[in-house]
């Protein structure tokens, strides 16, 4: 039976969850300083929770009771059908950039996502959550000699930006022996803002251009997984998982509201020009993405894995306003998990240790200085370890995680970043049967 507590326990978890749903969708806009953000969708978010995250990113194969995996949704019937598990988190990122001689550094902090996911039988499971879809977030110039001007005037060309587009998703996994099948439907939303100003040097009576763009985009999407555990040896709890998933194009509705200022450096005043609002059904997409992956697992000592992902980002042609164009991506991931006892006294002994790899290449090749189209590939690495609290059940997930941008042309900004993520895991039994003494 369940208890007046547990069904209490529940209510405020959910409610938790539903209250931490805005903050976080807003929370994103704090994620991210990068000027590659200014292009395509801001940089692109990964679906995964902090245990995921600390193998690299592991995610179709991926089939871990502790450890909520909205990548596949094949992979929800893992969870123990007696439990319900909560997992949410905060990041920490240092960057540092350089161009040249040019250097930069900053630090950003903000609610990463949330997550949910309980059974409703011994063959079906159902998730729900919001994890970022895409973040914006940049503030750079530069200085340029006015044209036709002899005394060496000077003037700057600033550009900024910030926001972020959320996926906030409902899921469910079913499974037939040890097949298992699961579909998630995400709503996106969100919006971005953008903003290029030209400044003309102090102390004249200038008329400073201001262009200001917002982009909000709103729309439905759909992904599909399977998995397959194959059992090579059961009394030695030796098993193979294959995982894939699909996502088919989805149109996204849009929204450009498009701003032109004047600014005058003499009165401090700023006046509207020009104000157009345009709406599309078609301009913005969810690509069409495919992924593959394959886990090893020896007990629940040690598990291994390996993950392919592909986006078909060519399909959404030139971003528009920016020079940018569009391009396929693709991503591997290597990573694993040790677990020394779990019976152990030791809490270091009953803890889990994840480290991983991966690297992928960007899905949008940005205007270099020699007037070309180039892109940039990623390599990340991480290690994490997961701690359990009283119960042993519940987690506290740490993740350090390293990503180095390499740009693929020369002029192009490099990038260095280092992150710490924070994950809480609670883990409840609400549907065990109390035991009376």
Known sequence: MITRKKIISRLVLTGLLATLTIPCAHAQNNSERSPYSRYGYGRLGERMTAGAR?????????????????????????VDSLTFIMDLAVSLRGSYLSEGSKKDSRVLGNLDYATILFPVSKHLAISAGIMPFSTVGYRFGNTEKLQGDNSGSLYQRAYSGEGSYNDLYLGVGGSIGNFSLGVNASYLFGYTTRQHQVIYSSGSNAINPVDRSQLHLKGFRFDFGAQYEWILDAKRGKSLVFGATFAPEMGLRS?????????????????????????????????????????????????????????KWGSA???????????????IAVGGEWLPNYRGRSIFSRSYYRFGLNGSNSYVKVPTP????????????????????????????????????????????????????????????????????
């Open 54 to 78: 600390a193998m690299g990113g592991l995610g179709a194969g991926l089939r871990d009771p502790n450890i909520v995996s909205p990548a596949n949704p094949a992979s929800y019937t893992a």
């Open 255 to 311: 929204e450009s509201v498009l701003l032109q200022y004047q600014y005058n450096t003499q009165t401090g005043r700023s006046t509207l020009l020009r104000a157009d609002t345009l709406s599309s059904g078609a301009q913005h997409i969810s690509p069409m993405s495919l992924s593959g992956g394959l886990t090893y697992r020896y007990k629940d000592v040690f598990m291994v894995g390996a993950d392919v992902s592909y986006m």
């Open 317 to 331: 042609g030139d971003n528009a306003g920016t020079g940018a164009r569009f391009t396929d991506r693709y991503r």
């Open 370 to 437: 020699s007037g070309t189209l180039a892109g940039y590939t990623q390599y990340g690495a991480s290690l994490g370890i997961g701690i359990p609290l009283v119960d042993r059940r519940s987690l506290v997930s740490l993740t350090i995680d390293y990503s180095y941008l390499h740009p693929q042309a020369s002029g192009m900004v490099k990038e260095h970043s280092l992150g710490l993520t924070v994950g809480v895991t609670f883990n409840e039994g609400w549907f065990r049967k109390a035991r009376i003494n």
